[in-house]
């Protein structure tokens, strides 16, 4: 082919974006110039003590020091499919506490692997009910895992863990946590929780790229990968596999994301830089903030205050305003990035994400000062300033 045949690129450099959205949340220059390394062979001894350092950091992350802790290809999806397809067989039995869009991802893929899928269904919007749990694990003799989402996505809300997770360990079951969008966001202690298996994502408050899936698994989780009676129906995301190339015989597993894992591994050193204590103070700060600009502009939220998370402020669209016109004008006029309702919300909210290198005071500014100015010219009239006079004001409040 000659090099006159190559058709000329329409996007040849990505624009900068102010990235407010569910995720990806934006990147730290740190980041991206690690990624930027001579590559290296993934079995070469340089690159497994690279994996060493990756999993005792993720450690610190996910507050554990028994479980292995390790990071697959791909997105959280990937985590979540790991932990169903490595820890049910078919038949067995999993309750899921589903009160949002990635609750319902969870159920569809355990009936996929044939598991046998109870799935509680709570209302959109509000946090998951224990009792409705506690109910259910009573009608059963055997429940082999219990699987909740921490931080739902979908609608802002934070899930309380304690008193789920004390229902499953009395139950037995295997306790597994989608924690995609709260790790290195908020409070999330895998051994003091009783957690089995958590899974996260790269993209989010761990402020990488997307692409790499970190996870944690308990002893108790390592011991049913180990005496499974059948093998899981995914090879590739057979945790049992991987753990042996993350384990101190790197087996040859997959041919590993080796960018992705050299930046993963100095977005993790970020966020213990900073301190995890001080990074989920920082996220309740600027979320505070937010919703003080938000509420000045005369909106309200879809998620009661308790029970929302810092991560992701999910507001209700004034009548008359068009979802999609706002969103597009943000994009177009400021290169800011907010997402859109899921499911029942879609067109009725906007989902304005806050997380790692994402949650900036000057990025939050940014977006009220943007919305005082369109606002008005979709038909729903402010007071200028008074949205970021608000969010200043709390902001100052911390220092």
């Known amino acids: ?30 980041v991206l110039q690690a990624m930027m390394s001579p590559m290296i062979g993934y079995a070469d001894p340089e690159f497994m003590v690279v994996l060493d350092e990756v999993s005792e950091l993720l450690r610190l992350v996910f507050q554990t020091e028994d479980g292995l802790a390790i990071a697959l290809p791909g997105t959280g999806s990937a985590g979540m499919q790991a932990g169903l397809n490595s820890l049910l067989e078919p038949g067995d039995t999993v309750v899921i506490c589903s009160c949002g869009y990635f609750g319902e991802r969870m159920a569809d893929m355990a009936e ?26 009573g009608k059963h003799d055997s429940v082999k895992m ?27 079951a295997l306790f597994m946590v989608d924690a995609v969008t709260s790790l290195g966001g908020n409070e999330l202690n895998f051994d003091a929780l009783g957690i089995d298996y958590a899974y996260s994502c790269s993209q989010k408050c761990l402020g990488a790229p997307p692409g790499i899936c970190p996870v944690a698994v308990g002893p108790r989780a390592l011991e049913v990968i180990e005496s499974r009676t059948t093998k899981p129906a995914s090879w590739y995301l057979d945790l049992g596999l991987i753990a042996k190339y993350w384990g101190p015989e790197h087996v040859y597993h997959h041919t590993a994301p080796v960018s992705m894992i050299l930046g993963l591994r100095e977005a993790l050193r970020i966020v213990l830089e900073e301190g995890l204590d001080d990074r989920i103070a920082r996220h309740q700060l600027n979320s505070a903030a937010l919703r003080a600009g938000v509420s000045a502009l005369g909106l309200d939220f879809l998620v009661p205050e308790s029970y929302r998370l810092d991560q992701i402020t999910a507001v209700n669209i004034p009548d008359g305003v068009d979802d999609a016109t706002v969103r597009q004008r943000l994009l177009r006029e400021h290169s800011i990035e907010i997402g859109k309702g899921f499911g029942p919300f879609d067109g009725s909210v906007w989902r304005i994400g806050l997380m790692g290198e994402s949650s900036k005071a000057e990025y939050l500014l940014a977006l009220l000062s943007s919305l005082e100015g369109i606002l008005p010219d979709e038909g729903y009239e402010v007071a200028q300033g008074a949205a970021v006079s608000a969010a200043s004001r709390r902001l100052s409040e911390a220092t």
């Open 1 to 30: 082919m000659q090099m006159s045949s190559v058709p000329e690129s329409k996007v040849p450099v990505m624009p900068p974006r102010i990235l407010l959205g569910p995720g990806p949340s934006n990147t730290s220059p740190r």
């Open 112 to 137: 996929r692997l044939g598991a046998n899928a109870v799935v509680l269904r709570g209302e959109w919007g509000r946090p998951f009910p224990p009792e409705m749990l506690e109910e259910e694990l």
């Open 146 to 172: 219990v699987s909740v989402v921490h931080a739902e996505t979908s609608t802002g809300v934070l899930q309380p863990l304690d008193e789920i997770a004390a229902l499953a360990r009395a139950s037995g």
